[in-house]
């Protein structure tokens, strides 16, 4: 009975072990984009709250045949936002001009732009 002790204490142990891998890395989506635009405009939000931290006006890209000509990203504190060669970006280094793709992630208001909060943002840099 000593014997098996140890033995079921390091397999007990492993288990918790196990259970604590911590909060998965941000990853980007491997889908395609819902939004694929320039940013038009750029609206940062109070920094004190849990909420949006920003809300980005993207509009599509010519030729590209979408039902939403804009959409309205909010981004928060969640929001992964990296460059073309996988680069973790800062909301401060967004500028309106730049071509985006965005994930959006829960509710989405179907109006006129597409509003919601986007999971990840990848910045072009071409």
């Known amino acids: 009975m000593k014997v098996y002790a140890p033995l079921m204490l390091a397999a007990v142990l492993l288990l918790l072990l196990a259970g604590c891998r911590g909060d998965e890395p941000k990853r980007m989506?491997?889908?395609?984009?819902?939004v694929r635009g320039y940013?038009?405009?750029?609206?940062?939000t109070a920094e004190k709250s849990d909420q949006s931290k920003a809300v980005?006006?993207?509009?599509?890209?010519?030729?590209?045949?979408v039902k939403q000509k804009e959409a309205d990203i909010q981004l928060d504190k969640n929001t992964l936002i990296e460059s073309q060669s996988g680069e973790y970006l800062k909301l401060e280094?967004?500028?309106?001009g730049q071509e985006v793709e965005a994930w959006f992630?829960?509710?989405?208001v179907d109006a006129e732009p597409v509003r919601g909060y986007v999971k990840a943002v990848r910045v072009k840099t071409e």
């Open 39 to 44: 940013i038009s405009h750029i609206k940062k």
């Open 105 to 108: 992630e829960g509710d989405v």
């Open 29 to 34: 989506p491997d889908t395609l984009p819902d």
């Open 93 to 96: 280094q967004l500028r309106e």
């Open 56 to 65: 980005l006006l993207v509009r599509t890209i010519e030729g590209i045949d």
